[in-house]
C-alpha cells in the first residue's frame, strides 16, 4: 500500500494552490529520520508551495507568496502564518546545513493551514457548544471571575449569533448545572453534520494573559504546551485537518478583533478532545486571574465581541471547508486526491543523519 502511494504521488507534477496558481513540485523529497521522527527539508517545502525569502523579524526566517507570510525560528516549536502562532508538535532542527521540519507537522498542520479549501468536511449543519464546567465545577476562580459563569454567558451569546447566521445550535448546557466530559462528548457524537467548539476560560498567575485555542495532539505525539499532559498512546482521530482549519478561524479571528496575547494554536490530549468523532477544538478565552483580562472577560460588552469572533471563525471554516469537485482532475491524466499530504505520506527517499 505505501509503494503504491509512493508511486501515485510521484505522478503529480503541478499542484493547486490556495491562490489558485500553479506550482512545479519537487519529483522527490528526502526524508531524514532523526531520533525515531522522520524530517522533510524545508527548502523543498518552499517550493512546493512557491515561496521565496522575505525580510521578517531579525530572531525569524520568513517566507511567502502574495499575502501570505509564514515564519518560524531555529530549534524552536513555534510557527507563523500572517504572524498568528501554532505549536508544532516537533521543533523545527538544524542537520547537515539544512532546517527541517517534521513530517506529521507538515501534513498535519501546516499544509491545512496553507491550503484550507483542500479540507472537505462535507455539509455542516450543526454547531455543539459546550461551555466548560458548571454547578459544583466553578472551574478557575478569582476576585473578577468565575468560569463557569463566563463560559456560559459566552456560549450563550455564541448561540444567539450562530442562530442567526443560519446554523443549529447544541448546547450542552444552557443553565448552571455539571456535566461529566464524557456525557458532553456523547451530545456532538450523536449529533449529526456538526462540529463541536469547548468554551473555556484560563487561570494562572496575574501577570498571564491571552487567547490560546487547542486541537488534539496527533497520534503518536505528545502536548508539552498543555496545562496538564496525558502522553499515552491514545489513537487520536481522523479529523486532524478539520481541526486545525477550525481552530485556525475561530484563533484568528478572536486574535485579531480583541487584540489579546496571542499564546497560540496548540495540541493537548485533553480528555473532551480525545474520544470525539467530530471536527473540535478547545478555545481559552483569556484569563480570569488577570485583573485587566478578569474584569474584561465578566463584561457584557467584551463577551459579546469574543461571541463575534467565534462565530465568523465558524462561518469562515464552514466557508473555506464545504465539499468541492477535485481542484486537478483533468480527463487523461493521471491524478491523486487532493489531500495527499494530508494522509501523512510524503514522497520519500531515506536520508542520512549524523545524529
Known sequence: MRAALRKLFLILSLIVAQTGNLYAVPDKWNVYCVHGVDYVCLDDVWRFYGFSKREGRSDRISY????????????????????????LSYPVISENGMLLISSIDMSK??????????????KITTVVLDPGHGGHDAGAVSRYAREKDCNLALGLKVRRKLEAAGFKVVMTRDKDFF??????VAIANRTPDCIFVSLHHNSGNSSASGIETFTLAPHGTTSPFARTRRT?????????????????????????????????????????????????????????????EGSKISSAHYQDMLAQCICDGIVRYAYNTRTRPS?????????????????????????TSSR
Open 179 to 184: 456535566l461529566t466530559l464524557g456525557e458532553r
Open 109 to 122: 498542520l501546516v499544509d491545512p493551514v496553507l491550503r484550507p479549501r483542500l479540507t472537505k468536511t462535507g
Open 64 to 87: 511567502g507568496a502574495g499575502d501570505r507570510t509564514v515564519s518560524l525560528r531555529p530549534s524552536k516549536q513555534d510557527f507563523y502564518v500572517n504572524d498568528y502562532r501554532y505549536i
Open 327 to 351: 481542484p486537478y482532475r483533468r480527463s487523461g491524466a493521471s491524478s491523486v486526491r487532493a489531500g495527499s499530504l494530508r494522509s501523512g505520506y510524503v514522497p520519500r527517499r531515506r536520508g
Open 232 to 292: 499515552e498512546d491514545l489513537a487520536g482521530n481522523n479529523q486532524d485537518s478539520e481541526n486545525i482549519a477550525l481552530a485556525t478561524a475561530v484563533h484568528s479571528h478572536s486574535i485579531k478583533k480583541t487584540g489579546a496575547i496571542d499564546r497560540g494554536i496548540q495540541r493537548a490530549r485533553f480528555s473532551v478532545l480525545c474520544t470525539i468523532k467530530r471536527p473540535a477544538i478547545l478555545f481559552e478565552g483569556g484569563f480570569v486571574t488577570n485583573p485587566q
